[in-house]
């Protein structure tokens, strides 16, 4: 068989995004992006991103096509994220997927994003080694997962108890006034200061708690801690010393991220790990795994920046998987999951 060509279309959160891969190659990636419009807010507001993707989805899913020099008709497969995400963006992406589907004839997979976050690195590093353990750090996701097969089985092996990194992160971005989103003020500000001027708390890595949950995440207290150092600085008429409070958060972070995940590979016999989601981009967290790999002899697999944010290129690479593994496409009613577990790689 020929290498397969998939239509990836991603509609989870504020980007509306659609690819087109051949094989492991990276044919053509359009993303139009809502955050301008949410960043009034503080966040971004469900509403409002349905509209926009609404209204981008068919010029991004043209411009794509066109980027590819193809019609629809040339494409093998069409894969859409069906979860998870906010409710109303899923709606409007698998919809235009349906329709596209069922006017092209071609068959169609409701994908979850987050394993698609995994897929995608196959384009820079190519195929996975066996045992592969996969750490997912976005805005809402903090996940480590053990990949026998990205088109068939996906494990759970830890997860955040309650807020995620980046969540950690947008929150404490407000505290010091930086606009949204966050994250990228914090990273800039934190190769400036001293990462460890500030004592943050590292969630679930000492005690009875760390034992119990040593590839879990929470980071709920470390935001409180940072937070209620913030208001009684700022209680006393102290100034806050921004580029210390950034580095000694992102340091915090970066180094439970990075030893949870490092224990994982060697618990599972792993010497590679996979990175995906926004956060990884975060310049303290890329820095760390790869020194925390090379101490260990882990190889990182962290994506170029362009493929670390939510884009069509990541939908339309596990589409391929799933083409080239022969499993069957999605039911043409399926439904959108804004829950999706992370072990569900498919909707049938």
């Given amino acids: 068989m020929s290498e397969p060509v998939v239509l990836g279309i991603e509609s989870t959160c504020d980007e509306t995004a659609a690819a087109i891969v051949r094989g492991r190659e990276l044919v053509s990636n359009v ?9 009034r807010y503080g966040g971004v507001i469900p509403e409002i991103a ?3 993707h609404a209204e981008a989805f068919v010029p991004v899913v043209s411009q794509a096509l066109a980027d590819a020099h193809m019609e629809l008709s040339d494409v093998d497969a069409i894969a859409v ?3 998870p995400g906010l409710a109303g963006c899923l709606a409007v992406g698998v919809s235009g997927a349906k329709a596209l589907a069922y006017a092209a004839g071609k068959p169609l997979y409701g994908i979850n994003h987050v394993i698609g976050h995994i897929a995608v690195t196959q384009l820079q590093f ?3 080694p066996t045992d592969t353990l996969a750490l997912i750090v976005s805005g809402g996701h903090t996940s480590l997962l053990h990949v026998t097969d990205v088109a068939r089985h996906v494990d759970v092996v830890g997860t955040t108890l309650d807020d995620a990194a980046g969540e950690c992160f947008d929150k404490i971005a407000r505290l010091l006034g930086f606009p949204y989103p966050g994250g990228p003020h914090i990273d800039r500000h934190a190769r400036l200061g001293n990462p460890k001027a500030l004592r943050v708390p590292q969630g679930l890595t000492q005690g ?6 040593p590839y879990d995440f929470s980071f709920s207290g470390v935001k409180t801690a940072v937070a209620r150092w913030i208001e009684a600085q700022q209680a006393e008429g102290n100034e806050i010393p921004v580029d210390d409070v950034c580095a000694s958060l992102a340091n915090s972070v970066a180094d439970v991220l990075s030893e949870k995940a490092g224990r994982a590979c ?10 995906g989601g926004g956060f990884s981009a975060n310049s303290q967290l890329r820095d760390m795994l790869v020194l925390k790999g090379k101490r260990h002899g882990i ?10 944010t939510d884009n069509g290129a990541m939908v339309a690479m596990l589409g391929v998987n799933l083409v080239e593994a022969g499993v069957k496409p999605s039911s043409p009613d399926f439904s959108i999951d804004s829950a999706m577990p992370m072990d569900q790689i498919v909707m049938e």
């Fill in 81 to 83: 994220s069906a979860g």
């Fill in 31 to 39: 993303v139009a992006s809502s955050m301008d419009e949410h960043a």
């Fill in 126 to 128: 190519g195929a996975f």
């Fill in 266 to 275: 060697e618990k599972f016999g792993s010497d590679t790990l996979i990175v």
């Fill in 299 to 308: 190889e990182m697999r962290i994506p170029q920046l362009k493929l670390c």
């Fill in 50 to 52: 349905s509209r926009a």
């Fill in 208 to 213: 009875r708690s760390g034992h119990a949950h």
